[in-house]
């Protein structure tokens, strides 16, 4: 059994990734689903701490997203738009998560991601594709390149005191960034986002730095860890850009899950003083 202070750390981390994944107006009892599948099933099921194969956080985050589609895709957008009269007030939003608010009161004041947008217009001519009036920020439509910061920051600082290592981080987001800039510059600039759309849009420095770098689930040497965030990035471009939703950090990491042992298998160094067996016939 494991002391207490595990319990006190780890737990909660897997609730705060969770809280933080979900989409602002979703009821209360989304959350407490999820937590409560990702500790009970997705940990604990598996033997308890430190030995579930895959995130429990992502884990409740997919049941939610498989489930319950139209809650876990009702996003507010960062700023007053065109047809909407006001942000709901602190009070007003405690009031949609814990009371019994009509759904098309909150329909009214949401809108689609700028990746869910983005995948909409694909296709069309890059004039209309920037009128979408969620992809009028600076880079990734407007507040979640500044999300995206404020999470890399985050993850630096982890970096900077040897919490996690760079390699994760990474090797998942220069993946990312290089396969979307072969599609967007060498196949079709109207079909395909450009890099640093994907790289500064949905949950990618989120996953970056505090999803993909999970000690229980990851790749734990270095080569590995290269491996294993690279093939991360690949899967998010794969399911972002053909896939059925639009962002895939969740979908990504828990593949990636699968193939962390055998991952571990061929990149783990070996024990020094370790020899191939001889293969020939002893000589006497």
Avoid at 87 to 111: A, C, E, H, K, Y
Avoid at 222 to 231: E, H, Q, T
Wanted: proline content about 7%.
């Amino acid at each position: 059994m494991f002391p207490l202070d595990h319990f006190s750390i780890l737990l909660p981390i897997t609730a705060v990734l969770l809280a933080v994944a979900m989409p602002p107006y979703s009821p209360w009892w989304l959350i407490v689903v999820a937590v409560t599948f990702a500790i009970l099933i997705a940990k604990h099921l598996y033997g308890g701490m430190g030995y579930n194969p895959f995130n429990p956080a992502m884990i409740g985050y997919v049941l939610l997203l498989i489930s319950f589609p139209l809650e876990m895709t009702t996003w507010v957008p960062a700023h007053t738009t065109e047809g909407v009269d006001a942000i709901p007030s602190f009070t007003q939003s405690l009031t949609m998560i814990f009371g019994t608010v009509d759904r098309s009161v909150i329909d009214g004041i949401t809108m689609a991601t700028p990746l869910d947008t983005f995948k909409t217009y694909a296709g069309n001519d890059l004039d209309k594709l920037q009128s979408a009036a969620v992809l009028q920020g600076d880079i990734a439509g407007v507040g979640w390149d500044w999300v995206n910061i404020a999470f890399l920051v985050g993850g630096l600082y982890l970096v900077a005191r040897k919490i996690i290592t760079w390699h994760i981080p990474v090797a998942m987001t220069v993946s990312l960034f290089v396969f979307a800039g072969i599609f967007h510059y060498a196949v079709d600039p109207d079909s395909y986002a450009p890099p640093l759309f994907h790289v500064l849009s949905g949950g990618t420095m989120l996953g970056a730095f505090f999803i993909a770098t999970d000690p229980v689930t990851a790749a734990t040497s270095n080569k590995g860890k290269l491996i294993y965030g690279a093939l991360i990035g690949v899967l998010i471009y794969v399911i972002r850009a053909w896939g059925g939703y639009p962002d895939a950090i969740a979908f990504a990491v828990l593949l990636l899950n699968l193939c962390a042992p055998t991952i571990e298998y061929y990149t783990q160094p070996r024990t020094y003083g370790h020899k191939k067996a001889n293969s020939g016939v002893a000589k006497s």
